[in-house]
């Protein structure tokens, strides 16, 4: 039920981090303050689909 997803940022659309979720309890989605090293600040990343 865990779900492997990417946290892109909204500035520069560059996907930064990888994680995963529990899909179950966690239906929204993800958005958590990250560090841009593209930007050089802190952005709110929000999740994004990994591409296979």
């Keep these: ?3 492997l997803l990417a ?3 909204p500035e520069c659309k560059r996907r930064n ?3 995963d979720k529990n899909k179950r309890t966690t239906t929204d989605k993800l958005e958590l303050s990250k560090y841009c090293r593209f ?3 802190h952005t709110l990343h929000k ?4 591409g296979k």
């Excluded at 999740?47 to 990994?50: A, F, L, R």
């Design 1 to 3: 039920m865990r779900d």
């Design 7 to 9: 946290l892109a940022c």
């Design 17 to 19: 981090y990888t994680t």
């Design 39 to 41: 930007c050089r600040k």
């Design 47 to 50: 999740e994004t689909k990994i």
